[in-house]
């Protein structure tokens, strides 16, 4: 028998289809987000729902079961075609679990609940959403339930799975314990630590934006962005999109503060290192994708976060910002700098808060959606459960739903079971970046010259070249830095930057 | 039965979804032309080869010639319904026509051939691409010999048949040899009677690029195009792409020259106030489609070419020039801009040329082609076939080959059967402007002063929002103006315009 008629390379042919038209869905996203005007919105609607029902009726179709079995003879001793036979599997046991009239429904309930929220946020009222978020939980639920019922596991476990294959709640609930018992006396401690004099104030035209602009794609190139191979756009919600070879990230730009790009794009140019450096050879195939939502974000969380809040790379970033912004940049200096990007505070929006406070709003949401799939929150109680959750967690309280429960998208867009992937993603930045530290020798002071080859090196053998050859993100981490996933070099990390020596 | 479940309601739904997806791939279309960089070629090619297979997947499945036919009772007496089944089986025939494997070979030639095109022309050595385009040929006409046995008629006609459903060469033959006789001598008797004083020189520092996009953006809302559903941006080759509710019009500005943008952006408006005409209710069905690519052509060419190139038009104009470009538009009044947009000479370049000497483009090229496809010219012998045709249609030799049989990417991308619509377009145009004309009292005046909704609103009535009911553009063009399509008003159209009265 050839290769190229084993019931394997069968396989690999439909799933490159599979995986081509999973890359067409991802660019009409980035387009949704960065180019198509409001009137459009229906037709793109029904062309991702197209795409979807294309993808799930190709996996459904006879006979893939029987494919899936005979191919793991064809593949036993080839570590990379056994892994992308087992990535194979798994998606075509979650998908189609969930029967067409299923997906169809919760689709559209997607779209419209993602419609309504858009008003509702407009108008801060979160009844304009209520009833379709009630709909829309109901219609993620009984999809939980379908994929349960074949993989075993909690509904809210087999939600979980689409963003990071195999997670368990005891394992999310691990992660989140042990930061639970350490933030709040950590974070009172850091505020008591804190020195915040003064940072220079932004001049009164503003920072312009095409010097942002520059700024940041300077740094972009600096740390391997290829632009032959992606490009940089503004979106009103930040994102890295795109595919492997054009990869497209959005930022947005703040007059009053530079940072707020720079640290933005830095963050979503970690994600796009990690596509760009997903294996070649196994374009468009599951083996190669990245390995999970948490490994995702630990790419964009180690540069952003571990690195380029760092005060080695303060040093670095100080004569840039001088030179970006020339007369209004002159009292930016390394110090002002990463005391400004290391500020601390109890924050009513997840996306303005800092890396001491994110887990918090993380867990919030994680505790509330947990409980609206078991049934136990209704949706109408969905804004004064945000507002207790949160002064339990943080002791603030939100005075608008605007800056409570409407503030993302998520749910309503019908993302249910990412939101631990955050948290797991800057534990797991911590713990990948320690690792390079101890393997890189003089790795900080590489990071002050802006030398950052050998860490983009390194992570791209460590982890981007990997894909998904290995079956979880434990896995993976272990062969990378020994250790299954821990909260421990996070909460270390967190005491070495915050707490005074 | 009730409606839903009626077998013509079961294929509405499908041809549902591959009007979704045939949305998706004319946005990633748009996507490779605006915005895609160099690197995500490969990735974006994959992309449509797998939207296109899976098109020929649903359309090739078992029963669904056994399901056209029987929902063709369901339809009787409903004209909107049987047209739209019409046109389903159509498309059905056409396109499982070709076998699949012969369908991917052609797709990845097409890819192939555009890729070797581009470093051709840019090295300007048609030998770069010579195997390539052999090989495409080749393809070409196996996939027209599939069809033709399907559907009846030549070879060629089978190809026309994807861009102008049931064109013949006999009629094709007809508009070409009625203007073959006329033009020549037209022509002669046009750049006599020419007068051709300086118009306006150019600033030195050109007219701003901003400035001719505002002026544009005006122009295009003045003529109904809706920004909150569509685009107007910038790509090497200008076009009009997207779909009906989010339609994306490029251009390109040449600082030296405001009215190759101006007089594109016009053009392309003609296609998207046609692409938003056509019927709501039949978004994303076969029979809400435009009626083939002559029709197509004639929306443009009727606004930009009947309207916008008129003396009537450059008096409303003229002002907005002044104002667009302040001092430096300050020569520039109704005569002179008359005169620079209706200039006419023997020019090398298809899109550089005038209404006069664009059908002799065309002819070319049809001639050409057909040859190609019947095996009577080899690629080999393109680049002298293309000088000696020229000079016959026209006098003048290229004197490399990207000025001759590199200029255009039509046929090193698969557009074989194509060109022949402009010039049905163009007659299509003065045909269906002469009918606006008299039925819409006052219509130049109206013109001289801006107020094109009569206009507008008479093509969305009489064309637009038929969609495809019609089965051809012949009985389009009847519905419309009572006659077939012919050359007379277009050949009047010229008379009028460039003949001393």
Redesign the interface.
Known sequence: MSPTDSVYAGLEARF??LG??G??AR??HW?SAV??????A???A??????K??RRD?LAEDGMAGRLDEAAAEVAGDPWRAANLREMRRIWRRETAVDADLLVARTRAESACEMAWRRARAENDFLVVRSRLEELVDLVRRTGEAMAAVLGGSVYEALMDAFEPGATTAGVDELFDDLAGFLPGFLERALDARRDPPVPAAPAEGYPVEAQRALCVGLMKRLGF??????LDTSLHPFCG?????IRITTRYDPGDFSQALMGVLHETGHALYEAGLPTRW??QPVGRARGMAMHESQSLLIEMQVCRSREFAAYLAPLIRDAFSGAGAGWDAEALGRHCLRIRRSLVRVDSDEVTYPSHVLLRYRLERAMIAGDLRAADLPGAWSDGLDDLLGIRPETDREGCLQDIHWYDGAWGYFPTYTMGAAAAAQLYAAARSEIAGLPEAVAEGAFAPLVDWLRDSVHSKGSLFPSTDAALEAATGERLSAAPFKAHLARRYLPC
């Open positions: 490159a289809r081509a038209l890359e067409a660019v009409l387009d180019n198509m005007p409001s009137g459009g229906a037709a793109r029904e062309q991702l729902a197209a795409l029902l294309v190709m290829d632009f032959d191979r992606g490009r795109g595919v492997p070879d054009d374009r468009r």
